[in-house]
């Protein structure tokens, strides 16, 4: 079944398990534990980010924690999400540590961060932690479309995410249209390219004809599709400006251009090289 279903607000999406996830987060991979990443949340919840996300291999789970305290943003209106590390052995005994890192006494969304050793061993550990309440929704990130195949065959409890890369230079046209057959919202990770798209001809051109920023265009791509996008900055004028993403939108012509930027051929591939075989 598509989900394609926006939230009233237009800034959400339905999950299939009939949570919520925002449109926007803020990604806070390669910060380090400790100010920086404390301030960084802060700062995203004070301007109005209701999403952040996380990983048990990005070490700052504690800042992150810290940051959704300082900001005074009730908990219940901020979509957490952790990622399983797949070197370990136990997605239970994991989350219980993270929750106890981010002082929640749960997730909203739990995700295999790679397929390491085959994309089914760590589903059922998954599907325990979402049945102890520990992860509101359970997901996966970086799964092909073969990879995606073959844990939907095997799990009780059907993933509602895969978080990859995805950008109009990473277009996974065939494994984003998989994933919206099948009920899984695909969310991009990485859609400033980590920040080497910034420097986009296309972007800018397009850019500076709305009197917007290139960041904000690239962002903007993955809106008009609904699909959850999660820019990292650790700027707090950068993470506003990442945030101004619901007053304008793109033309056809826009997107098309921004389409033609693919260098994935389309793929139903999660990943051009991975890291973990
Ligand atoms: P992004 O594509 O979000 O780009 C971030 C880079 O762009 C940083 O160097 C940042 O610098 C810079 N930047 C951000 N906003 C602006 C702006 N408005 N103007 C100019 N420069 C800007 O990078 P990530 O690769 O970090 O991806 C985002 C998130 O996705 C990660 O943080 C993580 O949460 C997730 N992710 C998940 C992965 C997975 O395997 N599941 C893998 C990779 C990422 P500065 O901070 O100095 O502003």
């Not at 300082?70 to 990622?83: L, M, N, Y």
């Not at 997107?255 to 930027?261: I, S």
């Amino acid at each position: 079944m598509p989900v394609s279903v926006t939230t009233t607000d237009g800034q959400g999406r339905m999950l299939a398990d009939g949570n919520e996830i925002p449109l926007l987060g803020l990604g806070v991979w390669q910060v380090p534990n400790g100010p920086e990443c404390v301030n960084a949340v802060r700062w995203a919840l004070e301007l109005g980010y209701r999403h952040i996300d996380t990983a048990q291999a990005y070490g700052n789970e504690e800042s992150v924690g810290q940051g959704i305290r300082d900001s005074g943003v009730p908990r219940d209106e901020i979509f957490v999400t952790t990622k399983f590390q797949p070197r370990s052995k136990d997605p239970v005994a994991a989350v219980e540590r993270s929750l106890e890192r981010l002082g929640l006494d749960r997730v909203d969304l739990y995700i295999v961060h790679w397929p390491a050793g085959g994309p089914t061993w760590a589903w059922p550990g998954m599907e325990r932690a979402h049945e102890l309440g520990y992860a509101r929704s359970v997901g996966v990130s970086n799964f092909d479309v073969q990879e995606l195949q073959q844990l939907v065959a095997t799990a009780a409890v059907a993933p509602v995410v895969d978080q990859v890369q995805f950008s109009p230079y990473e277009y996974r046209k065939a494994l984003l249209a998989h994933c919206e057959e099948n009920g899984i919202v695909l969310e991009a990770y990485s859609p400033l390219g980590s920040g080497r798209h910034l420097g986009s001809e296309v972007a800018g051109r397009i850019a500076e004809r709305l009197e917007r920023t290139p960041a904000q265009v690239l962002l903007r791509w993955c809106i008009e599709r609904h699909i959850p996008v999660i820019p990292k900055s650790t700027k707090r004028e950068r993470i506003a400006e990442n945030a101004q993403l619901f007053d304008f939108t793109l033309t056809d012509e826009d997107m098309a251009q921004l389409d033609q930027l693919d260098g994935t051929g389309g793929t139903n591939r999660a990943q051009e090289r991975k890291w973990w075989s």
